[in-house]
């Protein structure tokens, strides 16, 4: 069977035995085919970038908000709809994870409440980290915790910035304008 | 019929002692700044939806607390987001009372928790009427012709 689907890889696999007939070793032989890389904007990030200091620098910006309050969403969706983001909400870490799939047009930034059950925020974030690579969303916490620990943790976990609850519009432009600089950076690089 | 500008000034006087009194805080202030022509029931809306959560919550609460084994995990959780939705939109005298059930919990003190839950019912009851009350104003301020005023 080994042999069949390397065939069809068109590759070849051989054993070799010694001299009194036992198998030694397997040898493989694959072909591949060099991806060409190409220099591909995360979502074109730049026009968010260089924007002169004004809130046209949210327009447009794909926004998935993840809080399993609804009083909340509603207060923070229209937050981030004022500073010109476009905004889909979810209530749990599960709905996040699907609505970031593969067949699902890419969002620029993940707005995530740490504290959600079942899954919660430091866990989502782990796996968007895995799993999209390449098409990494810009992860921003949301909590009403000042504890440096969890600051902290935010950031091992991979998370680009954190806000403070209950959330205020000034903090909210200032820390999403910081991580989109920061990520323009890591761009231009 | 009271002259539009007599209602105002109602309001004005309203809204001005809800916030002395520590009712409401700035994050009621941010809510009413969000509400614009693309949303012009946004306050209205995000309250009620606020009223009916804390009544499921203050019923799970009333619950979990009438269990012979106490989960005060469970507990903490309803708490905790009482506090949040509280938060989001101002009730600061509630937010107030769920950061002293939240250590009641974590001591898993039952009489401290069951006074907490009576203290947080009060509170929210006390800024519910409120908020009614202040609704009822803008109303008649609108059907008499005239304009909210802007609190700064």
Same mark, same amino acid.
């Given at each position: 069977m080994c042999k069949k689907l390397v065939q069809m890889m068109q590759g070849k696999i051989w054993m070799s035995t010694n001299s009194q007939g036992y198998i030694q070793s397997t040898s493989l032989v694959l072909r591949f085919q060099i991806q060409q890389t190409f220099?591909?904007?995360? &979502?074109? /990030?730049t026009n968010f970038i260089d924007?002169?200091?004004?809130?046209?620098? &949210?327009?447009? /910006?794909q926004v998935i908000l993840a809080d399993d309050d609804g009083v909340n969403r509603m207060v923070t969706k229209k937050l981030l709809e004022k500073l010109g983001c476009q905004v889909t909400t979810v209530s749990s870490g599960f709905e996040c994870l699907s609505s970031l799939g593969p067949t699902m047009s890419p969002f620029h930034v993940v707005i995530l409440d /740490?504290?959600?059950?079942?899954?919660d925020g430091f866990e989502v974030a782990t796996r968007i980290r895995k799993f999209r690579s390449r098409n990494r969303p810009l992860i921003i916490a949301l909590t009403a915790s000042a504890e440096e620990q969890v600051w902290e943790r935010c950031l091992q976990v991979g998370m680009n910035g954190v806000i403070r609850k209950p959330v205020l519009l000034r903090g909210l432009e200032i820390e999403l304008r910081t991580v989109l600089q920061r990520a323009g950076e890591r761009l231009s690089s | 019929m009271a002259a539009v500008s007599q209602l105002q000034r109602q309001f004005i006087e309203y809204t001005t002692s809800l916030y002395n009194e520590g009712y409401l805080d700035d994050q009621f202030t941010q809510l009413q700044k969000l *509400?614009?022509?693309?949303?012009?029931e946004f306050v209205v809306e995000v309250v009620s939806l606020f009223f009916e959560d804390s009544e499921k919550l203050l019923n799970n609460l009333a619950t979990a607390l009438q *269990?012979?084994?106490?989960d005060y995990k469970q507990v903490d959780s309803h708490v905790h987001q009482f506090k949040g939705s509280s938060s989001s939109i101002g009730a600061q005298r509630v937010t107030n009372v769920c950061v002293h059930f939240r250590n009641y919990c974590e001591e898993k003190n039952l009489d401290g928790c069951l006074r907490c839950l009576q203290q947080v019912k009060h509170e929210y009851i006390l800024v519910r009427n409120k908020l009614e009350t202040l609704f009822r104003l803008e109303q008649q301020i609108v059907q008499a012709g005239g304009s909210i005023p802007m609190m700064e």
């Open positions: 220099n591909r904007p995360m &979502f074109d /990030l924007q002169p200091k004004s809130n046209s620098i &949210f327009r447009g /910006l /740490l504290h959600m059950p079942e899954m | *509400q614009d022509e693309s949303n012009p *269990q012979k084994i106490v």
